[in-house]
């Protein structure tokens, strides 16, 4: 699973999403000069991929940064686990524009700005869906919104939610990963009210 393939030059890819990664690469030809590192990494927090800087080039200046996208083997829909050889090869490419969305977003901001943003999207959810947001729209505008769609729906198909739920979130305009965390605390508040008996 860890076999890496580089390409040209400057993104690094693990050959099982090679495919993948290669097509979501293509609708952002900005990115083309960008050295970005494609990783598994087990246990990414409540999410199944995720987009930072790389911390040990940040403040090396705007051309000299590099990001890593991190993908999770595995993640939970409510309390069902996938691997990601379960997963839709057009849901992981989805997937993977909105985490490039993430990093054009990141190449505007100054490393400073960064630093900040970091905090913020911990400590403030106003703060994350604005940069959720911004991600899921350069996405579309590079042409992804069919694959990020299909995103959304693999999410939504695989929770227990009522049809209703399902067409308020997807009028919400969330980012496949905002879905991904209301679909898991709504399974966690459910499953509390009936332990305590309600
Ligand atoms: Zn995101």
């Known amino acids: ?43 990414i927090k409540k999410s199944f991929m995720q987009a930072q800087p790389e911390f040990s080039n940040l403040f090396k200046g705007k051309e000299n940064r ?5 993908i999770s083997s595995r993640f939970l829909i409510e309390e069902e ?25 990141y190449r505007e901001k100054s490393a400073f700005g960064l630093v ?13 869906k604005e ?6 729209t350069y996405a579309v505008n590079a042409g992804m919104s069919d694959y990020i769609l ?11 939610l009522s049809d209703t739920y399902k067409e308020r979130i997807a009028r919400l305009y969330l980012s496949p990963e905002e879905i991904l965390v209301l679909v898991n605390k709504l399974e ?3 499953e509390k009210a009936e332990q305590e008996g309600s």
């Open 1 to 43: 699973m860890s076999e890496t393939v580089i390409l040209e030059d400057n993104k690094v890819i693990p050959v099982s999403i090679l495919k993948e990664a290669k097509k979501a690469l293509s609708f952002y030809p900005e990115l083309k000069d960008v050295h970005i590192e494609f990783k598994y990494k087990d246990n």
């Open 66 to 70: 590099s990001y890593n996208i991190y």
């Open 81 to 105: 686990e996938f691997t990601l050889s379960e997963v839709p090869s057009e849901v992981i490419t989805g997937w993977l524009g909105h985490e490039l969305g993430h990093i054009m977003d």
């Open 116 to 128: 900040i943003f970091g905090f913020r999207y911990v400590t403030s959810s106003n703060y994350i």
């Open 131 to 136: 940069a959720e947001r911004a991600a899921d």
């Open 150 to 160: 299909a995103t959304k729906e693999f999410i939504l198909n695989h929770s227990h």
């Open 188 to 190: 966690e508040d459910l």
